[in-house]
Nanobody, 115 residues
Framework: QVQLVESGGGSVQPGGSLRLSCAASGIIVSTSTMDWYRQGPGKQRELVARITSARTTYYADSVKGRFTISRDNALNMVYLQMNSLKPEDTAVYYC?????????WGQGTQVIVSS
């Protein structure tokens, strides 16, 4: 059974940093494409960052240069380092993968950026 468990969210002031973690079980992150999505208040869920099995990365324009996606193969974890956070980054952040034609989402972790 595939499980994705996010952690690391919280409240931070503008300009601050947070690192989100996604602990995966039932899949091997090094052989999967792993995504971070977010859903802000009143907004649709959007793709924030992606890392492929070849370590190719993709970032939404709104986070380029500020966010970094990475993974630790030994721990089977995926991370999202978020720097220079802005109020518009406030959202619930979700870890996602498609494995064996099924979609798997974590429960989400809340990020609030406010002064």
């Amino acid at each position: 059974q595939v499980q994705l468990v996010e952690s690391g969210g919280g409240s931070v002031q503008p300009g601050g940093s947070l690192r989100l973690s996604c602990a995966a079980s039932g899949i091997i992150v090094s052989t999967s494409t792993m995504d971070w999505y977010r859903q802000g208040p009143g907004k649709q869920r959007e793709l924030v960052a992606r890392i492929t099995s070849a370590r190719t990365t993709y970032y939404a324009d709104s986070v380029k240069g500020r966010f970094t996606i990475s993974r630790d193969n030994a721990l089977n974890m995926v991370y999202l380092q978020m720097n220079s956070l802005k109020p518009e980054d406030t959202a619930v952040y979700y870890c996602y993968t498609n494995w064996n034609v099924h979609d798997y989402w974590g429960q989400g972790t809340q990020v609030i950026v406010s002064s």
